[in-house]
């Protein structure tokens, strides 16, 4: 089975992955305890801890003082260094360092250094891509077991720092129990404390801990913080927020979000909500908010804020729960995103009717999907119709592949196919537990990311449809085939069916995991329910992929190629408009929506971005199969002579 595709169309294949992304590619991230860290670690300092220092422009605090000015100091140089030698006097960065310099030097007001703090260390954040979040839910139990430890001989059982070594430290350990002081921490910046230790301090720097465990601490001083408080949930702050946040900006953003109680909110957030996973009614007030937000704006004539706030009301209230919803209630879910859809097209056509009215369509679905929140589907149903969706999309492609090397008479061949899907599982297991655990990913990274894989999927199944449409004439033509079959799978052409049969199984189990997870959750004690479905699901795609195995070889081979031709053709278009779904949801391309009709499952939607794409992969190989036909006459009357 020779691909070809020194004769492919590659820079129409290639374009699938790199059209319009509007969105600059993120630097690398700096290493855990690097010096971009060690900035912002001394900027979020200054910006806390200075209002102990100075009182209405007088020194209250001599030594506290001398200390401010001195990491104000260290905190210019190090950016100066950061920035380059080639940096210019009016860099962003370095002019907001000398500001902040200045302030401390000129013993302003505490709000003003505040203020320009919480500036300088968003740039510095963005600048050298530092994560703010943990890259998984805290433990409450680890970060406990941390905190005993290390850190009860100081700071006390109940965090208060009332213990005899406190006693005897100079200047004594912060008390967790302080609310003037919780108000102005953020567990992010107790992260840094553990991470680098605050100099002439007893707080040393915990380089032992993991990433992982210095955030179980970080985040559990704060629930220890409140403790015995009055909370009241929920709350639909996201991770993020909560992990960079202090207490006093929580507090004022569940004021704005019209909490009921927002103290009792802000001690459930710390308490409970940031150790476990939000509901999925607390994401779709979020969404609501942000949508009711960006309809807003848009009717202020800041359209480009707009479109920002819906991109956030999709990416931080909706698509966290997204999984679970659509696990329960797929059309739903669909009906969801096409009108998030439909609201930034409509601001991006300028409609001002048109944009009301698919805010106030998109309240109600939101609304619709929260009171629906409490009637699961059965467990076991659920579970198998996901299985099988999932599961029988891969079976078509691999099934398709393993047939065409085996009528080709090459049999050894299809090692590479099943290498490819067996790798394809585990691989799937592992890109979850590395999205939830070991990456801090965004909502947006995880769009993107399901964007490229969808793409390169689409990109190799175009190439390889142009391949095959290529061979659908062939009555003339086996012959010529069977004597040039040695020659026609080459080692490179193996490694490609093995990566097709990779990307093809590696979408679809990464998503059944994804959606498994959201199951089990609901399930409650009726787990097993939900491995049954899996069960299920699994033996029936099996049986249709045996069946379908048996069958595909009877075909004669110019049927056969025809059929997987326009299979993996219509598999391409799919995956096409997955990814670039994916991206316009993402914010990564603008919405471009035109009047055409939808059908999600084969990733048709209304959007001009994907619908070029795909109608560009069936130009393309319709236009290789009219020119095989064209051939292929020329090419038996040769034969023949």
């Known amino acids: 089975m020779d691909f070809n595709f020194r004769s492919m169309p590659w820079g129409a294949a290639a374009s699938l992955l790199a059209v319009g992304c509007s969105r600059q590619p993120a630097p690398a991230q700096p290493p855990d305890g690097g010096d971009a860290q060690r900035l912002a670690a001394l900027v979020d300092y200054v910006g806390g801890d200075y209002a102990r220092a100075v009182h209405d422009g007088v020194v209250a605090v001599p030594s506290e003082y001398e200390e401010q000015r001195r990491f104000a100091a260290d905190a210019r140089r190090l950016g100066s260094t950061l920035a380059g030698a080639q940096t210019t006097a009016d860099d962003p960065l370095l002019s907001h360092l000398a500001r902040l310099e200045a302030l401390v030097e000129a013993r302003a007001d505490p709000t003003d250094v505040a203020r320009e703090s919480h500036a300088t260390r968003e740039l510095a954040v963005g600048r050298f891509n530092l994560p703010t979040t943990p890259s998984a839910r805290p433990s409450a139990p680890r970060g406990e077991a941390l905190f005993r430890e290390n850190c009860l001989v100081c700071h006390g059982v109940h965090g208060d720092a009332r213990t005899e070594r406190a006693k005897t430290l100079d200047p004594a350990p912060a008390s967790f129990r302080d609310r003037s002081r919780l108000d102005k921490l953020s567990p992010y910046r107790v992260y840094n404390a553990l991470t680098f230790g605050v100099l002439g301090t007893g707080m040393a720097a915990f380089e032992s801990l993991s990433p992982v465990e210095r955030w179980d601490l970080a985040f559990y001083v704060f629930r220890l913080g409140h403790e015995g408080e009055d909370a009241q949930g929920p709350v639909s702050l996201p991770l993020g927020s909560l992990a960079s946040l202090s207490d006093h900006e929580?507090?004022?953003?569940?004021?704005?979000?019209?909490?009921?109680?927002?103290?009792?909110?802000?001690?459930?957030?710390?308490?409970?909500?940031?150790?476990?996973?939000?509901?999925?009614?607390?994401?779709?007030?979020?969404?609501?908010?942000?949508?009711?937000?960006?309809?807003?704006?848009?009717?202020?004539?800041?359209?480009?804020?707009?479109?920002?706030?819906?991109?956030?009301?999709?990416?931080?209230?909706?698509?966290?729960?997204?999984?679970?919803?659509?696990?329960?209630?797929?059309?739903?879910?669909?009906?969801?995103?096409a009108a998030f859809r439909d609201l930034r097209g409509a601001m991006a056509q300028r409609e001002r009717a048109a944009v009301r009215a698919q805010a106030v369509a998109l309240d109600a679905l939101l609304v619709r999907m929260a009171d629906g929140e409490q009637r699961p589907a059965i467990p076991f149903t659920a579970a198998a119709l996901i299985f099988f969706r999932e599961g029988i999309e891969a079976a078509l492609l691999v099934g398709a592949l393993l047939a065409a090397v085996r009528k080709l008479g090459r049999d050894e061949?299809?090692?590479?196919?099943?290498?490819?899907?067996?790798?394809?599982?585990?691989?799937?297991?592992?890109?979850?537990?590395?999205?939830?655990?070991?990456?801090?990913?965004?909502?947006?990274?995880?769009?993107?990311?399901?964007?490229?894989?969808?793409?390169?999927?689409?990109?190799?199944?175009?190439?390889?449809?142009?391949?095959?449409?290529?061979?659908?004439?062939?009555?003339?033509?086996?012959?010529?085939?069977?004597?040039?079959?040695?020659?026609?799978?080459?080692?490179?052409?193996?490694?490609?069916?093995?990566?097709?049969?990779?990307?093809?199984?590696?979408?679809?189990?990464?998503?059944?995991?994804?959606?498994?997870?959201?199951?089990?959750?609901?399930?409650?004690?009726?787990?097993?329910?939900?491995?049954?479905?899996?069960?299920?699901?699994?033996?029936?795609?099996?049986?249709?992929?045996?069946?379908?195995?048996?069958?595909?070889?009877?075909?004669?081979?110019?049927?056969?190629?025809?059929?997987?031709?326009?299979?993996?053709?219509?598999?391409?278009?799919?995956?096409?408009?997955?990814?670039?779904?994916?991206?316009?949801?993402?914010?990564?391309?603008?919405?471009?929506?035109?009047?055409?009709?939808?059908?999600?499952?084969?990733?048709?939607?209304?959007?001009?971005?994907?619908?070029?794409?795909?109608?560009?992969?069936?130009?393309?190989?319709?236009?290789?199969?009219?020119?095989?036909?064209?051939?292929?006459?020329?090419?038996?009357?040769?034969?023949?002579?």
């Open 413 to 641: 061949a299809a090692r590479y196919v099943h290498a490819g899907w067996m790798a394809a599982l585990p691989a799937g297991l592992a890109t979850w537990w590395i999205f939830e655990r070991a990456l801090s990913f965004g909502a947006d990274r995880r769009e993107l990311m399901e964007a490229v894989v969808a793409l390169l999927a689409a990109a190799v199944l175009f190439s390889v449809s142009f391949w095959m449409i290529s061979k659908a004439e062939s009555r003339h033509w086996i012959a010529y085939l069977k004597r040039n079959v040695e020659d026609s799978i080459g080692r490179r052409s193996l490694f490609v069916l093995a990566g097709l049969s990779f990307l093809a199984v590696y979408r679809e189990a990464a998503e059944t995991v994804l959606f498994t997870q959201a199951l089990l959750l609901e399930a409650g004690s009726a787990r097993g329910e939900v491995w049954a479905g899996a069960a299920a699901g699994i033996a029936v795609v099996v049986a249709l992929s045996l069946l379908m195995s048996r069958t595909v070889l009877r075909l004669p081979l110019g049927p056969f190629f025809a059929v997987s031709s326009v299979l993996l053709c219509g598999l391409a278009i799919s995956f096409a408009g997955a990814g670039m779904h994916s991206l316009v949801a993402a914010g990564y391309l603008p919405p471009r929506p035109i009047h055409f009709p939808e059908v999600p499952w084969m990733g048709i939607h209304p959007d001009l971005s994907g619908l070029v794409v795909q109608l560009a992969i069936v130009a393309i190989v319709a236009a290789a199969g009219v020119a095989s036909l064209r051939r292929h006459p020329a090419e038996a009357r040769q034969g023949s002579r």
């Open 250 to 337: 929580v507090l004022e953003s569940l004021h704005a979000e019209g909490h009921p109680q927002p103290r009792a909110g802000l001690v459930y957030a710390r308490r409970e909500a940031a150790f476990a996973e939000p509901p999925a009614g607390a994401g779709i007030g979020r969404a609501r908010r942000l949508a009711r937000e960006a309809a807003a704006a848009f009717d202020g004539g800041q359209p480009a804020e707009a479109d920002r706030l819906a991109i956030d009301a999709y990416l931080q209230g909706f698509e966290p729960v997204e999984p679970g919803l659509r696990a329960r209630d797929s059309a739903g879910t669909q009906a969801v995103e």
